[in-house]
């Protein structure tokens, strides 16, 4: 049967459960959201749920499921085509993020020496799948690793519009704890990176921190004006999820938005943004360049992570290239980015291998 929704949302673990019951808590528009996934019960206890606290908040948030496998090849053409959506929120990965709070094999080791770009293959495969189906005129959200991904999506060719997470984590929280609610108050560039230094104790914060500006003046001591500001080892969800709602909402119901995302048209690491009912568009404060903005988020990657050079070449960096090469040489050296499809095969393998051995 042929839906017609606002918003398509693939995936049904704890980021798209997030998404969707925040969405039923949050919209003061109609809104129709499908959501899509391998697993029928699952699906079934979700829309279950989001369909209550839509009733619970008095909003006016409808929600239907449809199974999808994105596995199969066709899955994703096939449920977009279906569902007609305005909105597509790329939620379905083949590494769980928990990965950064576990321990006790190989593998997990391997991604806490070397950093979570180690899992970028694994965020970007199920996200490349779907993006090569999103339809003109149909906005599309990845949340899978977007400081990393988003960029491997626009190598690509592929339609982004940006993320949700990571900077806007930091940017709720830091506004959070100083209560400035205006729009635009509090910008922030933040690196998915960033983030390692708020999940230890303030004695424990030496990396390098994020640029903040308040009122339009930074701020010089980022670590100290932040101080009480904690975040959990485990993944954020409790906010990163939420975070992206108020933009998905304001994008499908024409309205305009000022705030954070990663990944914004692919761009590397996360920027001030903002969505004026048609564009998306950096919101950076004045005295920064957007060249210098972008410099700045993309120097972490260049330093550890994963950097994709102007020929398409893919390259691990930093103590992640060092991480790989102990582990397998030919995955240390990289890929080309039309090779994806092949080097997530051979990730694969490594991480199975890994998984089997203790740390």
Not at 52 to 75: K, N, T, Y
Not at 97 to 118: D, F, K, M, P, Y
Request: aromatic share 8%.
């Amino acid at each position: 049967m042929t839906r017609s929704a606002d918003i398509l949302i693939f995936g049904a673990g704890a980021f798209a459960t997030r998404i969707a019951c925040d969405i039923a808590a949050a919209a003061e528009k109609p809104v129709s959201v499908v959501l899509a996934g391998r697993n029928a019960d699952r699906l079934g206890w979700l829309r279950t749920a989001a369909n209550a606290r839509a009733i619970v908040f008095g909003r006016p948030a409808c929600f239907m499921s449809v199974q999808a496998d994105l596995f199969r090849p066709e899955a994703a053409s096939e449920t977009i085509e279906a569902c007609r959506p305005r909105l597509i929120v790329q939620a379905a990965s083949t590494q769980t993020s928990a990965v950064i709070a576990t321990a006790g094999n190989a593998w997990s080791r391997l991604v806490a020496e070397g950093g979570l770009s180690a899992t970028a293959l694994f965020q970007a495969y199920l996200t490349v799948r779907v993006a090569r189906a999103v339809p003109p005129g149909c906005r599309f959200i990845n949340c899978c690793f977007p400081d990393v991904v988003n960029s491997l999506l626009s190598a690509l060719g592929l339609p982004i519009a940006c993320g949700t997470g990571n900077v806007s984590i930091l940017a709720s929280a830091f506004a959070g704890a100083s209560q400035m609610r205006d729009p635009g108050a509090l910008q922030l560039l933040a690196h998915y990176q960033n983030l390692a230094d708020w999940r230890q104790p303030v004695a424990q914060r030496h990396g390098r921190p994020p640029r903040v500006w308040e009122y339009g003046t930074e701020v010089g001591d980022v670590f100290a004006r932040f101080a009480s500001v904690r975040l959990t080892v485990a993944p954020a969800i409790e906010v990163s999820g939420a975070a992206g709602v108020p933009l998905m909402l304001a994008m499908v119901g024409g309205d305009a938005w000022r705030g954070h995302a990663p990944g914004p048209n692919g761009l590397p690491g996360g920027y001030p943004v903002a969505w004026d009912g048609a564009e998306l568009a950096l919101d950076l404060p004045s005295g920064i360049t957007q060249a210098e903005a972008i410099g700045w988020n993309a120097s972490f990657e260049a330093a550890n992570g994963l950097v994709i050079r102007p020929d398409g070449r893919v390259e691990y960096t930093g103590a992640l290239q060092a991480a790989l090469r102990r582990a397998s040489p030919v995955l240390a050296r990289g890929f080309a980015v039309s090779e994806l499809d092949d080097a997530y095969a051979a990730m694969s393998g490594l991480r199975d291998r890994l998984e089997s051995s203790s740390a």
